[in-house]
């Protein structure tokens, strides 16, 4: 077999390797550019666009059956699943399409449709997806596979139909009533999203809390909001099985009051993902990998292997699409320029789509007072907000840690409405390395939800 040799080789096409392939052709490189399946990458076909496109249908499902709150009548309110299904596949598709032409019209750059694996050091083969394989090489490569969901080994899961955050979307009715294993994001977002679509929804986790990487107050905040949304939760339930039952699914779990079981029509799987590196075959090439299967990678993203780099999720840590655009922008600077870009210091922020939004940057208090340093903490309740009263959205909590001598910030973690815009506010800060008094005396616009981080940040606590 022939080796087709290129400089520069990108495989996956999610929110880093797509714009890092069309910049390293647009500087006269010839790329290649492997995809196995769509254009853009989970962001754009399985997860952010589709799933935060769903979650504003809910959202105006729940406003509109707030109606009598605010003085509006407005009678009955039913959700047409399909409608909403085809709203998001319009969004999603005009994403995709338009990603496809970026692609499809840049100079130097090759599309190539199908599944790479290493057969050696910057050597692949692909296996092409209208049949046939290629082998390829080139001088650097950025592999940018990203993750899929997790299947666990539980029994009776394999034969009943269970759905995945991405098969879940393309559902024409609302489920009777969904139960979900796991409590993580994925878990959160889709079951308040279909309790507002009206479906029964019953949480399994196996922790101790909702989301247990976040704060422990935000956490419980969580819990008291799905509660008040009528979604029930059950904590350190250790699934055991998964059969049929009376027409529907059951999943039955060891709790610390015995077994306990979550009868529903419809079961949705989201206990995590796990990187897509299996197929790709990274010992080959000498690239190493974690007991997880994930890329080990050092501070400027390059493999164990020289000349191979790996962004975005398959790498681990922080899966979010900002990040792996972020790692885009570090190759970019490194590769083609005089760059000395590396992910030292970057202060990781995101946000969950639930409603209350949750917005988070940096240290947890928990983790802040894992540091050699003096720790102050702000909290401010959403219903002590001037615009959340006015808009009647009170629920949630504002928090954020400090250092008491530096005046640092050291991390937020905000659930209200629109949490994500404000902790970007808080973020900013913290990348322009400003003391918190800046932003408790800053003359926000009255009245906007900024304005409460004058009140958030007047009253530090040990």
């Given at each position: 077999?022939?080796?087709?040799?290129?400089?520069?080789?990108?495989?996956?096409?999610?929110?880093?390797?797509?714009?890092?392939?069309?910049?390293?052709?647009?500087?006269?490189?010839?790329?290649?550019?492997?995809?196995?399946?769509?254009?853009?990458?989970?962001?754009?076909?399985?997860?952010?666009?589709?799933?935060?496109?769903?979650?504003?249908?809910?959202?105006?499902?729940?406003?509109?059956?707030?109606?009598?709150?605010?003085?509006?009548?407005?009678?009955?309110?039913?959700?047409?699943?399909?409608?909403?299904?085809?709203?998001?596949?319009?969004?999603?598709?005009?994403?995709?399409?338009?990603?496809?032409?970026?692609?499809?019209?840049?100079?130097?750059?090759?599309?190539?449709?199908?599944?790479?694996?290493?057969?050696?050091?910057?050597?692949?083969?692909?296996?092409?997806?209208?049949?046939?394989?290629?082998?390829?090489?080139?001088?650097?490569?950025?592999?940018?596979?990203?993750?899929?969901?997790?299947?666990?080994?539980?029994?009776?899961?394999?034969?009943?139909?269970?759905?995945?955050?991405?098969?879940?979307?393309?559902?024409?009715?609302?489920?009777?009533?969904?139960?979900?294993?796991?409590?993580?994001?994925?878990?959160?977002?889709?079951?308040?999203?279909?309790?507002?679509?009206?479906?029964?929804?019953?949480?399994?986790?196996?922790?101790?809390?909702?989301?247990?990487?976040?704060?422990?107050?935000?956490?419980?905040?969580?819990?008291?909001?799905?509660?008040?949304?009528?979604?029930?939760?059950?904590?350190?339930?250790?699934?055991?099985?998964?059969?049929?039952?009376?027409?529907?699914?059951?999943?039955?779990?060891?709790?610390?009051?015995?077994?306990?079981?979550?009868?529903?029509?419809?079961?949705?799987?989201?206990?995590?993902?796990?990187?897509?590196?299996?197929?790709?075959?990274?010992?080959?090439?000498?690239?190493?990998?974690?007991?997880?299967?994930?890329?080990?990678?050092?501070?400027?993203?390059?493999?164990?292997?020289?000349?191979?780099?790996?962004?975005?999720?398959?790498?681990?840590?922080?899966?979010?699409?900002?990040?792996?655009?972020?790692?885009?922008?570090?190759?970019?600077?490194?590769?083609?320029?005089?760059?000395?870009?590396?992910?030292?210091?970057?202060?990781?922020?995101?946000?969950?789509?639930?409603?209350?939004?949750?917005?988070?940057?940096?240290?947890?208090?928990?983790?802040?007072?894992?540091?050699?340093?003096?720790?102050?903490?702000?909290?401010?309740?959403?219903?002590?907000?001037?615009?959340?009263?006015?808009?009647?959205?009170?629920?949630?909590?504002?928090?954020?840690?400090?250092?008491?001598?530096?005046?640092?910030?050291?991390?937020c973690s905000f659930l209200g409405v629109h949490a994500g815009e404000l902790m970007s506010i808080v973020h900013l800060a913290m990348m322009a390395k400003q003391p918190y008094?800046?932003?408790?005396?800053?003359?926000?616009?009255?009245?906007?939800?900024?304005e409460a981080l004058n009140n958030l940040f007047k009253k530090i606590e040990d």
């Amino acid at each position: 077999m022939g080796v087709d040799r290129y400089d520069a080789l990108v495989i996956g096409s999610g929110q880093g390797g797509k714009p890092l392939a069309l910049r390293l052709a647009s500087e006269g490189s010839r790329t290649a550019l492997v995809e196995r399946a769509a254009i853009g990458g989970t962001c754009v076909n399985y997860g952010c666009t589709p799933t935060k496109t769903m979650i504003a249908s809910a959202r105006v499902g729940h406003l509109a059956g707030r109606g009598d709150d605010y003085g509006v009548r407005t009678g009955r309110v039913s959700i047409d699943l399909e409608k909403v299904r085809d709203r998001k596949r319009g969004i999603v598709e005009s994403f995709r399409t338009g990603s496809e032409k970026q692609v499809a019209g840049a100079e130097n750059l090759e599309l190539i449709r199908g599944e790479a694996r290493f057969t050696g050091p910057k050597e692949l083969d692909v296996r092409l997806q209208d049949g046939g394989t290629r082998r390829i090489s080139a001088d650097r490569i950025v592999i940018d596979t990203g993750t899929d969901a997790i299947v666990p080994d539980l029994p009776g899961l394999k034969e009943v139909d269970f759905l995945d955050s991405t098969s879940i979307m393309e559902l024409g009715s609302v489920p009777e009533h969904l139960v979900i294993l796991g409590g993580g994001v994925v878990a959160l977002e889709f079951g308040q999203m279909f309790r507002r679509f009206g479906a029964r929804v019953t949480i399994v986790q196996r922790a101790e809390r909702l989301v247990p990487r976040e704060d422990v107050e935000i956490s419980a905040e969580i819990a008291k909001i799905f509660a008040d949304d009528g979604i029930d939760v059950l904590l350190r339930a250790r699934p055991r099985k998964v059969e049929r039952d009376r027409g529907g699914i059951a999943v039955s779990s060891e709790t610390a009051q015995g077994e306990r079981k979550a009868e529903g029509s419809h079961l949705l799987v989201a206990v995590g993902r796990a990187p897509n590196t299996v197929a790709l075959a990274p010992d080959a090439a000498g690239i190493r990998t974690d007991e997880e299967g994930y890329i080990q990678v050092d501070e400027r993203l390059e493999t164990t292997a020289p000349g191979v780099y790996a962004i975005g999720d398959v790498k681990g840590g922080p899966a979010f699409t900002h990040i792996s655009y972020d790692d885009h922008r570090i190759l970019e600077r490194n590769l083609l320029g005089d760059g000395e870009a590396t992910t030292v210091g970057r202060i990781v922020s995101y946000a969950v789509f639930t409603d209350p939004e949750l917005g988070r940057a940096g240290a947890t208090e928990e983790q802040a007072r894992r540091l050699d340093r003096r720790i102050g903490v702000a909290r401010l309740p959403m219903k002590k907000v001037a615009r959340a009263l006015e808009t009647d959205e009170t629920r949630g909590l504002l928090k954020a840690v400090v250092d008491r001598e530096s005046e640092e910030i050291l991390g937020c973690s905000f659930l209200g409405v629109h949490a994500g815009e404000l902790m970007s506010i808080v973020h900013l800060a913290m990348m322009a390395k400003q003391p918190y008094s800046l932003l408790r005396d800053a003359p926000f616009a009255h009245p906007t939800l900024a304005e409460a981080l004058n009140n958030l940040f007047k009253k530090i606590e040990d």
